[in-house]
């Protein structure tokens, strides 16, 4: 059954420094993976979504993430953290036409 | 495109009365999605519908939970008896086509049961 590890469940960078969220998947198939992010108080928002198309994915806000089945997993990179990127960012799979959504990491920025 | 639109955003209520909440999917998605998210956890799938018809439901949506989407537009999720344990941020979602298209997710609507 597809799934997905999110691992920390707390990171803080430093304004402009380089943010590095992980994410591992089980699939048995093909997945589709997505990163959404939520706002506190807010619904969550999709930064950027995996199809198969192709292994590197670019995002919203600067965002990117590379697929890289070897390793099973889905990081999400931004070269250069902003405070505006504080936020939780959950890392999901497609199952069965519904998703399946990771713990959640969220992500501080110090000043 | 106004995106997805719930109501109310916040409710508060007593343990033991029903609520109901409401989800305006983005016009034209066929597909509609109803969601439960708790303090520290990512959303957990509750139902969703294609149409108006309600293909699937969660082992966590007990009897006492009950969703509608009855012409095929907006959907309302009722809580009867409600308990503490209930309380958390329903969210919905609205997707267009068959299978694993972008879901997009509205505010979310939280529900706190004292």
């Known amino acids: 059954a597809q799934s997905v590890t999110q691992l920390g469940s707390h990171v803080s960078v430093s304004e402009g420094a380089l943010v590095l969220l992980r994410c591992n998947y089980s699939?048995?198939?093909?997945?589709?993976l997505f990163w959404y992010v939520q706002y506190p108080n807010q619904g969550l928002q999709l930064l950027l979504k995996?199809?198969?198309?192709?292994?590197l994915v670019k995002g919203i806000n600067g965002f990117e993430a590379e697929f890289k089945k070897s390793e099973t997993s889905f990081h999400l990179t931004k070269p250069s953290a902003h405070m505006s990127d504080a936020a939780e960012y959950f890392c999901?799979?497609?199952?069965?036409?519904?998703?399946?959504f990771g713990k959640g990491t969220r992500l501080h920025i110090l000043p | 495109d106004t995106g997805v639109s719930q109501n109310p955003r916040h409710k508060i209520t007593k343990r033991g009365q029903n609520v109901t909440f409401r989800c305006d999917p983005i016009?034209?998605?066929?597909?509609l999605y109803w969601y439960r998210q708790t303090l520290g956890q990512g959303p957990e799938f509750l139902t969703y519908?294609?149409?108006?018809?309600?293909?699937?439901k969660s082992r966590l949506l007990s009897d006492r939970f009950s969703a509608e989407r009855p012409k095929g537009s907006f959907s309302t999720l009722e809580i009867q008896r409600t308990e503490q344990g209930d309380s958390a941020m329903y969210l919905c979602?609205?997707?267009f086509g068959a299978g694993r298209e972008t879901q997009y997710f509205g505010p979310g609507t939280r529900l706190l049961v004292l």
């Open positions: 979602a609205s997707s």
């Open positions: 699939s048995s198939v093909p997945p589709y």
């Open positions: 995996y199809t198969s198309a192709a292994t």
């Open positions: 999901a799979v497609n199952r069965d036409d519904k998703i399946i």
């Open positions: 016009s034209e998605h066929n597909r």
């Open positions: 519908f294609q149409n108006e018809a309600q293909l699937e």
